[in-house]
């Protein structure tokens, strides 16, 4: 591949992610289903010409949106797995890097915690049930990661809880619905969203400590 092909390339890429994100302002703003690619246009400054030549559909957006809502989770927990620590240390660590992932990307969190349900309640998806199963899979498999944790604290002695899956299924529910409460402040500063995430773990976290 020559230097200008990598250019190229990269350009693409860089429009492709501008549109994604544009798409994640505009789903947030007007809803999943009243949400359009003019108004997707207009948030770029850009024609829908440009829209259309990375995709070819809203769905096709959505799902774009959706993959990038899971990868920005991925990337911040990922490396706290990785990491050799009581479970009580690690599940707070990620728990705190979770929720200011949800402060940090809110466009992308909301569109898709509003999409989802709007898909799977909507009309029959047709071709596009197989991509949606695909990426609510990616969602489970990010979950099991707080479930292997809850598990270890079991075993180590430094959790406590009758079922993980059900206790898994608690600490995800209480840390995205920050998506529905939190809305950020001109006056915010980053220290005071770290606070805020901070507390949300800790006060989720606190109730499963042996």
């Given amino acids: 591949?020559?230097?200008?092909?990598?250019?190229?390339?990269?350009?693409?890429?860089?429009?492709?992610?501008?549109?994604?994100?544009?798409?994640?302002?505009?789903?947030?703003?007007?809803?999943?289903?009243?949400?359009?690619?003019?108004?997707?246009?207009?948030?770029?400054?850009?024609?829908?010409?440009?829209?259309?030549?990375?995709?070819?559909?809203?769905?096709?957006?959505?799902?774009?949106?959706?993959?990038?809502?899971?990868?920005?989770?991925?990337?911040?927990?990922?490396?706290?797995?990785?990491?050799?620590?009581?479970?009580?240390?690690?599940?707070?660590?990620?728990s705190q890097a979770h929720g200011r992932v949800m402060m940090d990307t809110l466009p992308f969190q909301r569109s898709i915690r509003q999409g989802v349900n709007s898909y799977l309640h909507g009309p029959e998806l047709g071709a596009d049930r197989e991509v949606l199963n695909e990426l609510i899979a990616r969602r489970n498999e990010y979950e099991d990661l707080y479930r292997a944790v809850l598990q270890q604290g079991l075993e180590d002695g430094t959790l406590s809880m009758p079922d993980v899956a059900i206790a898994g299924r608690a600490i995800m529910g209480a840390l995205n619905s920050l998506v529905d409460w939190y809305r950020p402040r001109p006056e915010q500063s980053r220290a005071d969203q770290r606070l805020i995430a901070d507390s949300l773990a800790r006060t989720v976290i606190n109730g499963l400590l042996s």
């Fill in 1 to 94: 591949m020559t230097e200008s092909d990598v250019k190229l390339t990269k350009r693409k890429l860089e429009s492709r992610q501008q549109i994604i994100a544009a798409a994640a302002l505009c789903f947030m703003k007007y809803g999943l289903e009243k949400a359009t690619m003019d108004h997707m246009a207009r948030e770029l400054g850009s024609t829908k010409g440009r829209v259309y030549h990375h995709f070819a559909s809203k769905d096709e957006i959505f799902f774009a949106v959706y993959r990038q809502a899971m990868q920005f989770c991925f990337d911040a927990v990922l490396p706290i797995v990785s990491q050799s620590m009581p479970a009580n240390e690690k599940l707070l660590s990620m």
